[in-house]
Structure formats: structure tokens, C-alpha cells
């Protein structure tokens, strides 16, 4: 079992930035990605990118690159940096820890189906 906890949600103006953090705890493998989903009223849950926690490869959804940037420790914790934001980053923010996958030293899922473990998640509102 993985655990994960959100932190850094908030209310920011259009502009600004926030930084959100996951704190895995449990049974993690080194094989495995960290990803960030974000679902806004109404609407489906989105990938917004991820990170291999072994060799540090990330994948980014079109809408958020060159804005958002993951990064992770050693301590298995990851961390999605939002500069720029809009008033349409305004969503439940989620981070997930996927299957394990051994048959890509480089791939990170996009599709919620690969992703088994999943946090509270927390708000980002962005004011316009």
C-alpha cells in the first residue's frame, strides 16, 4: 500500500504561482511514476504530468507546458511547480503513483487507469 498526501493548494490571482506538494509513504517502487490529475467542476479528471521516480522523466499534458514543472526527491516526495497560472487551472488537483513499469526506463502514463494509488487531492482556484 502507498499512501499520499496533497499539500499547497490555495487561491492565487491569474499570473501567479503555487506550488503543490505529495508526500508518498508506504510500500513505493522505484519502477512506478508519480502523476498530477486535476478535474474542475463538471468536468473529467485530466492529466496534467507526471515523473518517473527512478531517472527523474516527465511528460506533460499540452495545456500546462512550459508553465508547470514536477520534480522529485529522494525521499519520494514530488512536487508540481504552477507559474502563469489561469482562471482555467482552477480544478481539484491530484497526484497518483501508477503500476509498476519495468518495461520502460522512460515511459509515464498519461491515462488514470495506470494509476492505482491516489491522494485527497486539493483546490487551486485562480481568480481572474
Known amino acids: 500500500q502507498v499512501q499520499l498526501v496533497e499539500s499547497g493548494g490555495g487561491l492565487v490571482q491569474a499570473g501567479g504561482s503555487l506550488r503543490l506538494s505529495c508526500a508518498a509513504s508506504?510500500?513505493?517502487?522505484?519502477?512506478?511514476?508519480v502523476g498530477w490529475f486535476r478535474q474542475a467542476p463538471g468536468k473529467e479528471r485530466r492529466f496534467v504530468g507526471g515523473?518517473?521516480?527512478?531517472?527523474?522523466?516527465t511528460n506533460y499534458a499540452d495545456s500546462v507546458k512550459g508553465r508547470f514543472t514536477i520534480s522529485r526527491d529522494s525521499a519520494k516526495n514530488t512536487d508540481l511547480q504552477m507559474n502563469s497560472l489561469k482562471p482555467e487551472d482552477t480544478a481539484v488537483y491530484y497526484c497518483?503513483?501508477?503500476?509498476?513499469?519495468?518495461?520502460?526506463?522512460?515511459?509515464?502514463?498519461?491515462?488514470?487507469?495506470?494509476?492505482?494509488?491516489w491522494g485527497q487531492g486539493t483546490q487551486v482556484t485562480v481568480s481572474s
Open positions: 515523473i518517473r521516480w527512478s531517472g527523474g522523466n
Open positions: 497518483a503513483v501508477s503500476r509498476v513499469l519495468r518495461n520502460s526506463f522512460t515511459y509515464v502514463p498519461a491515462g488514470d487507469r495506470d494509476y492505482i494509488y
Open positions: 508506504g510500500r513505493t517502487d522505484s519502477d512506478s511514476a
